[in-house]
């Protein structure tokens, strides 16, 4: 399938840049929390996993509340960015509660 952008649009590289924010938070928060419980390559791998499961579940979920349109204007982009830029702090105070001192 080939998706192109409605003529005269502009890539939305805000809303892209939204979309790396997240994905990138949500991977340094998965290996910040999982190096508390396992050294070296075993925390990397969580985060790993952490990251594909969730990415997996939103590529599951039904078409009204995609997160991955496959292009601007179309679907529920506008909706899907709304989310994106709801969440995007989450997984930084994740990243910032896991980095914390444990004394």
Request: net charge neutral.
């Amino acid at each position: 399938m080939l998706s192109r952008l409605p003529d005269e649009a502009l890539f939305p590289v805000g809303d892209m840049l939204v979309e790396v924010g997240v994905c990138l938070g949500i991977g340094l928060a998965a290996a910040a929390t999982a190096v508390r419980y396992a050294p070296g390559r075993q925390a990397a791998m969580a985060a790993v996993v952490v990251q594909l499961a969730l990415v997996l579940a939103t590529i599951l979920l039904p078409p009204e509340v995609r997160l991955w349109p496959p292009t601007c204007g179309f679907g529920h982009w506008d909706e899907a960015h709304r989310f994106w830029l709801f969440a995007l702090p989450v997984p930084y105070l994740w990243l910032i509660v896991s980095g914390r001192d444990l004394r």
